[in-house]
């Protein structure tokens, strides 16, 4: 059934290369500018999607909002980075997948529905991103897709609805460069400065002590050398 409406939605990719883990390569701009594009990493996970099915996860406890993701997890073409190989294999020869998708705001996800068109539309969308960390020797930062809209018409995938998922100590605003194997001294800082405090300095308060000792000292030897003084 055709929609009457467009709705908006970001462009996401979570993979892979020969050689890294997974990771996220592209998500929706308001995310990555939130510092909370990797949850898209951590949220989305599970076997290869069957065909003609797309998956769709309800996110709450965001600063940005609640969403819904609407993804697939497939195994990544070779076509994707221009290779003659039919699918892509790391190192270890296993499968490269892909979880690529959407993300769309909870309030327009009401009737949400998605085709093969729009994950058409999404892959166009994150090969550039893709092919820049097949590439790469090094980690590569997230990129941040923009908005685009659903097509509104051909076949909708069958939904599977995974269970909803909400987020608790999410920050408004998480560090954007990736956690060091190797922590530096940046990585953890020092404790707070303490506040000050309204009591004498210590080393004062002993040197008035000994000189009232010493005081008390030569007096006592004074009075021993000249017992008339008493």
């Given at each position: 059934m055709a929609r009457t409406t467009t709705i908006r939605a970001w462009p996401f990719l979570v993979s892979t290369n020969a050689t890294q883990g997974f990771v996220t390569i592209l998500a929706p701009?308001?995310?990555?500018?939130?510092?909370?594009?990797?949850?898209?990493?951590?949220?989305?996970?599970?076997?290869?999607?069957?065909?003609?099915?797309?998956?769709?996860?309800?996110?709450?406890g965001l600063p940005t909002g609640a969403l819904v993701l609407a993804y697939?997890?497939?195994?990544?073409?070779?076509?994707?980075?221009?290779?003659?190989?039919?699918?892509?294999?790391?190192?270890q020869g296993r499968r490269i997948l892909l979880v690529e998708g959407v993300v769309v705001e909870a309030t327009s996800a009401i009737?949400?529905?998605?085709?093969?068109?729009?994950?058409?539309?999404v892959r166009v969308a994150y090969?550039?991103?893709?092919?820049?960390v097949w590439e790469a020797n090094d980690e590569v930062p997230v990129q941040a897709s923009l908005a685009i809209g659903l097509a509104a018409?051909?076949?909708?995938?069958?939904?599977?609805r995974k269970p909803a998922i909400h987020l608790t100590g999410v920050p408004a605003r998480l560090p954007q460069r990736a956690a060091s194997p190797n922590p530096t001294p940046d990585d953890h800082p020092g404790p707070p400065a303490l506040p000050p405090t309204t009591d004498p300095p210590t080393l004062l308060v002993l040197l008035v002590v000994l000189g009232?000792?010493?005081?008390?000292?030569?007096l006592a030897v004074r009075l021993l050398d000249h017992p008339d003084l008493a």
């Open positions: 701009q308001f995310l990555v500018e939130a510092g909370v594009a990797d949850l898209l990493r951590r949220v989305t996970d599970g076997e290869v999607t069957p065909e003609g099915a797309v998956n769709l996860l309800a996110v709450t697939r997890i497939s195994v990544a073409p070779g076509a994707l980075i221009d290779s003659p190989d039919e699918i892509l294999f790391d190192r009737d949400l529905t998605i085709g093969e068109a729009d994950f058409a539309a090969r550039p991103a893709f092919r820049r018409q051909g076949a909708a995938l069958v939904p599977i009232g000792v010493l005081t008390f000292l030569l």
